[in-house]
């Protein structure tokens, strides 16, 4: 059994088995993003749900291991230097764990660099967008009177969405091979459905993407790691 004392996230959330990796996440479209790639990489781990409410991503437990006060965060109790490591982030503990596995992230330096790269878009750009997108068209964001915002975010996501359409012409993933990318752009892609913006967004006109989501959540690892930590 590794030794994770010297974590204090430990105290708030126990590890039951510490020598698997302890994932502290919700089933957002962030969280589910290592949820799926665990499952997927056949990595055993342990799953600790964190709820987004204030006493949870606040308090000096959480803030100890991800001070940017957000799920999802790991603790490799078998880092890569023989030690703990812990890591937040989603797409950087994606990129550590398809490393780490030596799966979904290509074989070659170009298949990596183009699988990151894909990563980024969904990092620096997707996510963000859809995330704005949903403040301000389901959430509080929703009441301005000033609808500015509003116009801007559904204006981008369309873009996004176009970008991504003609990069799955002819593919069934991302980079053509199944790997972290999608596993990091496809839950966001469901999200549209929760934020009730697929009809305004004419989702049904994107045939490669409606086809790619459908793979996608047909997939074994992604069904189990989609309701993992459960809700309830």
């Known amino acids: 059994m590794s030794d994770l004392s010297n974590f204090p996230i430990t105290k708030k959330w ?12 919700f089933p957002t479209p962030n969280g589910v993003k290592v949820s ?6 056949g990595i055993p781990y342990e799953a600790h749900k964190v709820t987004l409410s204030d006493a949870d991503v606040k308090s000096p437990e959480f803030l100890s291991l ?13 880092g ?26 290509g074989t070659t330096a170009a298949e990596k660099a183009k699988t990151v790269q894909w990563v980024m878009f969904q990092m620096g750009g997707l996510g963000p967008m859809l ?12 009441e301005w009177e000033d609808k500015r915002p509003q ?13 991504l359409e003609g990069q799955m012409d002819g593919k069934d993933w991302i980079t053509g091979e199944y790997s972290i990318a999608d596993m990091a752009i496809a839950p966001w892609l469901r999200a549209l459905d929760f934020y009730g913006t697929k009809e305004l967004l004419g989702w049904d006109d994107h045939k490669n993407l409606v086809a790619y989501l459908d ?14 930590p459960p809700r309830d």
Not at 87 to 100: H, M, P, Q, R, T
Not at 215 to 228: D, I, W
């Open 14 to 25: 126990p590890a039951q088995d510490s020598s698997v990796l302890q994932l502290y996440s």
């Open 36 to 41: 799926i790639a665990l499952e997927e990489m």
């Open 66 to 78: 991800n001070p940017n006060n957000k799920i999802p965060a790991i603790i490799d109790p078998n």
């Open 80 to 105: 890569p230097d023989g030690a703990p490591v812990g890591l937040f982030e989603s797409g950087a503990i994606l990129i550590y764990l398809a490393e780490k596995s030596g799966r979904f992230i």
């Open 131 to 142: 995330g704005q997108l949903g403040f301000f068209y389901k959430f509080a964001g929703s």
């Open 151 to 163: 116009e801007r975010y559904i204006a981008e996501a369309k873009r996004l969405l176009s970008v």
């Open 215 to 228: 793979r996608f959540t047909a997939r074994p690892a992604v069904q189990t790691g989609l309701v993992t």
